[in-house]
Structures are given as C-alpha cells and as structure tokens.
C-alpha cells in the first residue's frame, strides 16, 4: 500500500516513517514540505539515513499518488485538503485537531471557522473500534487526551468529578523553537502551562461523555526536561467510594483484550518508542488515583495513526507496531 505523509519535516512525520519502515504492507512513496522542496528528508530526519532516498516534495492534495494519506499538519491547515482527498478516495488520518470535536465546540475552542466540515469517526481504538474499522477518514486524538482518556475510562461513569494533571515532554510543542522550549528554561526546570484553558481539554470532557460520565472535568499540563513522554494523574472523585481490588479488577476486565494497554506500574521510559499505554490505579475509597504512560509521539500520535490505518484497511491492529520500550 502506498502512502504519502503531507506535512512530514516535523517530528511526527519523522516518527510516521520510522514506524512505517516496520510496516509488511506500506511503503512511504512521497513526504510533503512546501518549505523543504527537493530537500533530502534524511537531512531533516538524520535517524532515517540510509532506510530512505525520499526527497520532500511542494505536492498539493490534488497532486497526491497513494492508497493512503496521513495529514501531519497543524489545525485550520488539515480541512484545507481533506475534502480533496476525499474526493479522490485517498483513506486518510488527520493527525490535527481539525476533525476531533463538533464543528460548533471545534470553532469556539480554536477562535476560527471551519471551512469544509464533516463527521469523523474519534480515532481512539480502544474505546471506537467499530466506528474505526473501514472508515476513510479517522481524525487521530490529541496527546493529552488519548493519556487522560485512557487512565479515567473504566471509571468514568461512577465519577462526579475528574481532575486531570499531565507532564509532558517537550517534544508536543513541535520543532519551532520558542522560549518556552530554549533549553535554559526548560532543563533543570518544571513548570505548568496554560492551567485552566488548555484546547485539549475539550477532547477530554467528549470522551468522557461518551462513556456515560457526567462528570466535570478539569485539566492543567505540564512541561518537562525530557524529550518524550507524557505521564498523566487522574483524580477521580466517585459517587459511591469503591475498594482497590473491586477498581483493579474493573480496569482489568476493561482492557483485558487490548493489546496496547498494559496494567502495571506506568514510566515514562516503559513505553518510551512505543505504541503503548501503561495504567495503573490506586483507591482510597471515594477518590480513586489513575497514571497512565505513553510516549507523545507514538501512542499520542504517530503510533496511534498507523494503528488507525491498521484498522481502516483491515490490517492486524498491531501490524509494524510490536515493538519494546526503550529501556532504561
């Protein structure tokens, strides 16, 4: 299966291809940059050299000659081509915010107005697998909330209350540079951000709906001095207190057929490279403690979208992703 990456010169770009080279069944046959035209992308991408001769193309969506897109992009720039490669019955998974939420919570939470909108199955396979399976066109969850969503499941609808607390890497705020990533304010440095007014959080209060929650949400993030990995704590306040081998086992049971989400004690280096989510939960009664590890990148993004693509093509879920952490 062919597939182009529009928008490959960021970071997951350069982790779709990393992870496709592992893929039986695709092969990336153009990588789009309208800054980096005729740019080898092994030079923007130096992990990747010698595993492909790519050269960034200035290809428009009409140009595009592949089974498959990935729409690596930043939001309003996604629903600028969607509908064009819909049109020409290119499966695509957009990996920006454009398609996540309701057109009218989509426009108030990023200040600007849809151009070209439609309904996208939420491409969180653990909780939207059928809606997934055979579509052709996935939106791809943010970082955040695919880390909170997957801690508070399970709990969800026993919860009057959800408090999200998040610990990034500094690799989710992208490759242009800015104060708040130059290196002197973030290494040996730990800092929250945007504490009340995060976009994500409106991914986290529709997840949470669907699973039957009436719950208020709350998130506040944080940046780290690592590269990769976001480490999620999940205050969930219950209606009715519950013990902890009643919450262990209900997580358990949960994610009992998921191949992609481990119980045990999560850390960042665990799932570092990984398509992995790692949960585990503690209870004191009427407030039970979520954490949940995936590495931003992958499970927050890149990993996530291929194992989409897996899913829309009817592909093993897991194909080109069973791979180990890299640990320590």
Request: hydrophobic residues 40%.
């Amino acid at each position: 299966m062919e597939i182009a990456i529009i928008g490959a010169s960021g970071y997951t770009g350069g982790e779709l291809m990393r992870l496709l080279l592992h893929h039986p069944s695709a092969d990336v046959v153009a990588a789009t940059s309208r800054k980096l035209d005729g740019t080898p992308v092994a030079s923007v991408h130096p992990h990747l050299r010698g595993l492909t001769d790519l050269v960034f193309r200035n290809a428009g969506a009409g140009d595009i000659d592949a089974d498959f897109a990935f729409l690596a992009v930043p939001h309003t720039a996604a629903m600028k081509v969607a509908g064009t490669l819909a049109e020409r019955g290119i499966r695509t998974v957009d990996l920006s915010a454009d398609y996540r939420l309701p057109k009218d919570v989509y426009e108030k939470i990023y200040g600007v107005t849809h151009e070209a909108y439609f309904e996208a199955p939420y491409g969180l396979p653990e909780l939207h697998r059928d809606e997934i399976r055979g579509a052709s066109f996935v939106a791809n969850p943010g970082c955040f909330p695919t880390g909170a969503t997957l801690a508070a499941a399970p709990l969800a609808k026993f919860a009057h209350t959800i408090i999200y607390d998040s610990k990034t890497g500094v690799s989710g705020a992208g490759t242009s540079p800015s104060a708040t990533t130059h290196y002197p304010n973030v290494g040996d440095n730990f800092s929250a951000y945007k504490w009340t007014s995060h976009r994500h959080l409106a991914e986290m209060k529709q997840e949470a709906a669907r699973l039957g929650s009436t719950a208020r949400c709350y998130f506040t993030p944080h940046l780290l001095p690592v590269n990769r990995g976001i480490l999620t704590t999940a205050h969930i306040l219950l209606r009715e207190p519950m013990g902890q081998d009643e919450v262990e086992a209900l997580y358990k049971k949960f994610y009992a057929d998921e191949f992609f989400v481990r119980y045990q004690k999560p850390t960042l280096a665990a799932v570092r490279g990984t398509n992995f989510c790692d949960v585990a939960v503690e209870s004191e009664g009427d407030r039970v403690v979520a954490v949940s590890a995936i590495d931003n990148l992958v499970k927050g993004a890149s990993g996530q979208a291929i194992q989409n693509m897996n899913l829309m093509c009817g592909f093993a879920e897991d194909t080109g992703l069973r791979t180990a952490g890299m640990f320590p």
